[in-house]
């Protein structure tokens, strides 16, 4: 079978009129970078905001057109509100089973604070971000840990990997397969250890390059989110992508965010870059559950000894400088290394060792800042 290619896609497109009825939505400019994986082909189409509802019809038959193709095992497309000069940054839109675009495409009132303009998850009681200034600090393997660790102390609890170019959650929670999808494209997650799970790393393949810009990550990001059946949760924990880019800016300012989790190493440079990512959560009205001080110092296999190569009580005296909740410190050690590289997490591998312990430690202190920030009374977790 011939290798499907881009430039089949856009003639294919070439078949679909734009709202004017006089060019095609390719002659028009109207579609962005095409990404095609597995079969599976990824794009958006850039529309006027204020006409996002009415073109949903326009998503739809670029939809069929590119299903419709030889070789094509389905297909995302997305509807992308256009910038205008001088006009806020607007939020990418993704139409529903139902033939109507989300509330959350329209820019929000004026005197409108960003929380409130945030459309809600039916069923997930809280989201939590866990988020770093930089990669190379041991946030997702915090993550998954710390979604364990609320698993573990009675909770409910899924995870999204919202970090598109790596996402690490099939490798972490040893994970293999595609997901299925039911009834109006609506995704089934994947689960192991008890907890829910949703990743692009589910949908391409391991290796794949993802050449995508802003408006189609954030597309995909929303629908992994919104267009997954997460059912009832306590609370949804979200990998966040490292850094402050658009991504991150995406789903602090659009996702219904309880607080946010930092994680930074103990060293000045890792909290230089930690400090980004805590004034961005306070421009966009997100609570700051804490920050976590990983690799806080190394446990020698061999003796047991302690030792700080990285220096320590740098986030814990950060957190103390601007007034944050310090959540804890977790070691730089083997078997939290080697756990996660076999998808097998040291929480629910070692679940009675001090790693594990560790994190459900963590875990409490997180659960209780959500049900401070949320405005609810903080239930006791009792540990047997």
Avoid: C
């Amino acid at each position: 079978m011939t290798e499907l290619t881009r430039d089949q896609v856009l003639e294919t497109l070439k078949t679909v009129r734009g709202p004017d009825l006089d060019r095609n939505i390719v002659e028009l400019g109207m579609v962005s970078d095409v990404f095609i994986s597995d079969a599976k082909v990824y794009f958006s189409i850039t529309v006027p905001a204020e006409r996002a509802n009415e073109l949903e019809p326009l998503r739809q038959a670029a939809e069929r057109a590119v299903k419709s193709m030889p070789g094509v095992k389905g297909a995302l497309v997305s509807l992308t509100a256009e910038k205008k000069p001088g006009a806020p940054s607007a939020a990418p839109v993704r139409g529903s089973g139902n033939g109507h675009a989300h509330a959350h495409a329209h820019a929000p009132a004026p005197n409108a604070s960003p929380r409130q303009a945030k459309q809600n998850i039916p069923g997930i009681a809280s989201i939590i971000a866990v988020a770093s200034g930089k990669g190379g600090v041991g946030k997702s393997t915090t993550a998954v840990n710390l979604a364990l660790a609320l698993k573990a102390n009675g909770l409910k609890v899924g995870i999204l990997d919202a970090d598109v170019y790596g996402p690490s959650m099939p490798k972490l929670l040893g994970i293999t397969g595609r997901p299925q999808q039911i009834e109006n494209r609506i995704i089934v997650p994947m689960e192991n250890y008890g907890i829910k799970a949703m990743s692009m790393g589910f949908l391409v393949d391991e290796g794949t390059a993802m050449i995508w810009r802003g408006p189609m990550v954030q597309s995909a990001l929303m629908q992994m989110l919104r267009e997954v059946a997460w059912g009832d949760l306590d609370v949804l924990v979200v990998d966040m992508p490292p850094g402050t880019g658009d991504a991150q800016l995406t789903m602090a300012q659009q996702v219904p965010l309880t607080g946010a989790v930092v994680v930074s190493t103990p060293q000045d440079l890792a909290l230089i870059d930690a400090r980004k990512g805590l004034n961005m959560f306070k421009k966009v009205e997100v609570p700051v559950l804490g920050i976590v001080e990983n690799m806080s110092y190394f446990i020698a296999p061999d003796t047991g000894a302690r030792y700080d190569i990285f220096g320590h009580g740098g986030a814990k005296a950060e957190a103390e400088r601007i007034g944050v909740p310090f959540l804890g410190e977790v070691p730089l050690t083997i078997a939290i290394r080697e756990t996660s590289d076999a998808g097998t997490p040291v929480v629910v591998s070692d679940p009675e060792g001090p790693q594990a312990k560790v994190y459900r430690e963590i875990a409490e202190k997180v659960w209780q800042g959500v049900q401070t920030a949320s405005g609810r009374a903080a239930p006791s977790i009792v540990f047997e």
